[in-house]
Nanobody, 126 residues
Framework: QVRPVESGGGSVQPGGSLRLSCSASTYNSYTDCVGWFRQAPGKEREGVALFYSGEWTWYSNSVKGRFTISRDTGKNILYLQMIDLKTEDTAMYYC????????????????????WGQGTQVTVSS
């Protein structure tokens, strides 16, 4: 039986919280960007939150202030804490690594993203 890479998804009401976990594949904290992407129904996959250049973090404007990315380097696990969830956060969430373009820029181009798992579904509805 294959253990899922991402976990922690579920169904919550608007304003609720969830914490996603990801058993990360091998990456380099200083040459890779790693974190979370999502794909909502009928939409393209988009970046949500990333670590890059060590401990720097990037968040999409739509989740800034509500989502927090963190990691346990000893266990090689990535987390995404999500609070004040909105219906527009409904999506399949994936963890992945992507290309570090410069010291403070990660590629969000689909061709550059290496997805590690099948995703975990987050549904926000009343």
């Amino acid at each position: 039986q294959v253990r899922p890479v991402e976990s922690g998804g579920g169904s919550v009401q608007p304003g609720g919280s969830l914490r996603l976990s990801c058993s990360a594949s091998t990456y380099n904290s200083y040459t890779d960007c790693v974190g979370w992407f999502r794909q909502a129904p009928g939409k393209e996959r988009e970046g949500v939150a990333l670590f890059y250049s060590g401990e720097w973090t990037w968040y999409s404007n739509s989740v800034k202030g509500r989502f927090t990315i963190s990691r346990d380097t000893g266990k090689n696990i990535l987390y995404l804490q999500m609070i004040d969830l909105k219906t527009e956060d409904t999506a399949m969430y994936y963890c992945a690594k992507t290309v570090l373009l410069s010291r403070h820029s990660c590629s969000l181009t689909s061709e550059d993203v290496d997805y590690w798992g099948q995703g975990t579904q987050v549904t926000v509805s009343s």
